[in-house]
């Protein structure tokens, strides 16, 4: 879900504010959510984990606007929170949100390709030793992805890997 919130500013101390500082916004969406969800997004083991993202905020004479999207359940925490206390502080900006509009959703490719450059490699013998076998190295590629999946706690689908073009390269001259 992507949503635009539209804001009054009631206070602006610094004409100079940097409004592509981060940190700011982050804190002030955190500081927005309930404080279970915002300490889970704080927590050490979901730093890899990209929960939303969010705009810089776009200033106009004494009104303001920027962009959050992300998972529906999660932006519906932020829709809440705004509801039940329309105040919102970004670094020295003091704004009253007056309005939040769901924005129309991205089409969704079902398909996506990427390419990239790899090195398969297995442990035989307690010796690392590169992969030669297509077959094998899509295998690998899909247990590795299962994995990290799966660390993250999300559902494992069936990705395809299609070695495209392979090349031997050593380092050592």
């Known amino acids: 879900m992507r949503i635009r919130i539209d804001a009054n500013i009631i206070s602006k101390t610094d004409e100079n504010i940097d409004l592509h500082y981060n940190h700011a916004i982050y804190s002030a969406i955190l500081n927005i959510l309930p404080d279970d969800i915002s300490t889970k997004i704080h927590d050490e083991n979901n730093k890899t984990i990209k929960y939303f993202t969010f705009s810089s905020v776009f200033i106009k004479d004494d009104n303001c606007h920027f962009y959050i999207s992300g998972e529906d359940d999660f932006i519906m925490h932020i829709i809440e929170g705004l509801q039940s206390n329309s105040m919102l502080r970004i670094k ?27 090195i398969a490699c297995e442990i035989v013998n307690n010796k690392k030793v590169l992969i030669e076998d297509d077959e ?38």
């Open 92 to 118: 020295d900006l003091i704004l009253d949100v007056y309005r939040i509009s769901e924005l129309p959703g991205l089409n969704k490719k079902r398909n996506y390709l990427f390419k990239g450059n790899i």
């Open 136 to 173: 094998r190295i899509e295998e690998r590629l899909q247990s590795i992805c299962e994995k990290k999946l799966r660390n993250r706690g999300l559902e494992i689908k069936p990705i395809k890997f299609t070695v495209i073009f392979k090349e031997k390269k050593f380092s050592k001259i």
